[in-house]
């Protein structure tokens, strides 16, 4: 049981640690958190990643790219999160790229998968819809109905992070009204996000604000029948086997988060004092953070364990929802002790902390509800559904 990475993979570590302090210092995040015209990552820093290959890394080699595999996604994720998970966001393709390159027809991917290589295009995923998330299908109405070379799409979007920035959505839309099921019923479409008819308009959260979400309308969107993304009717089941790399590159980000507040924290405790001495030194900090540490350490084996068998061609689908689940479990809680930590500071806006603390609260129940992996682990386990 060997548990070293490999030299590429220490190399390729050691490369993203050095762009986060260069490219992405604490004084500029912070500036970039705090600018509500700042939605995604500046163009400048993005062509340095692109430069230093992180946009090429999940691409395979044929097509440009550097053929690494989810490990390598893993720690870019993680180290970049460390400083701000926004920033992973807008370097990150590689849910993309598999869908490209997994049901792409040959044009399809001699398109696109060079251009997301070089870092000269991006896409995002237009899944969840106003009346649900978890419940993908059930809440699923935008429709694209056939027309000569065409389909019209109309319909919903919403919670689409980079659709602003990003000139084309890969969407899953119902194709076959009269299907008994809605899993039978459902493709993946690209739409151009300039298409009249295409109507975006951002959302302000609390949580992520470099990496801006939005809702986005279709109304009579034409799009070519050459857009359709692997085969008709089987959008769904095409997703289904995406759903555990995203799920534990969801991890990796929140690894990454409970490790920047982690350090910060501890480094506080070190400098602050009360009552003449360190408040490191107060027996109920130490405690907190050693479990910080611990849990963080515990969050990142089963995230790269989950990484290191979907890599090898392992079933993961427990590992990956798990991994999901206690990392995002994780950040919350190491972020709240954090922000108790630095108590009063915390709630300055020229902290870091705070906006660990609020980056944290939306993987619990994205892209899946920690409640609702759960439930899937337990059917996994043999028992009945629960929903």
Known sequence: MDFEFTEAQKMLRATIREFVEKELPKDFVRKWDSDPNMTWL???????AVALGFTA??????????GGDLIDDVILSEEVSRRSAAASFGLHSGMFVRLIHTYGNEKQKNEYLPKL????????IGLTEPGGGTDLLGALKTTAVPDGDDFI????KTYITGAHISPFT??????????PKKSKATSLLFIDLKSPGVDIRPLHKISMHGAGSNEVYFTD???????????????????????NPERILCAADTVGIA?????????????????????????????????????IELSRLITYKAAWQFSNNEPCWMEAAAAKTFAADTAVKVTTNAMEIFAGSGLMVETDIQR?????????????SNEMARNFIGELMGLPRSF
């Open 221 to 243: 969107v034409k799009v070519p029948k050459a857009n359709l993304l692997g085969e008709l009717n089987k959008g769904f089941s095409q997703l289904t086997t995406l759903l």
């Open 42 to 48: 500046p163009e400048e820093i993005h062509r340095k």
């Open 153 to 156: 799409v109309n319909g919903q």
């Open 356 to 368: 660990y603390f609020r980056d944290a609260r939306q993987f619990v129940f994205a892209p899946i």
């Open 170 to 179: 890969c969407a899953l839309v119902i194709t076959d009204k009269d299907a």
């Open 117 to 124: 290589a070089k870092g000269q295009t991006g896409f995002c």
């Open 57 to 66: 890394m999940h691409v395979p080699v044929e097509y440009g790219g550097m």
């Open 259 to 295: 490790q920047g507040a982690y350090e910060e924290a501890l480094e506080y405790a070190k400098t602050r004092t009360a009552f003449g001495k360190p408040i490191g030194q107060f027996q109920v900090l130490q405690h907190w953070l050693a479990d910080m540490w611990i849990e």
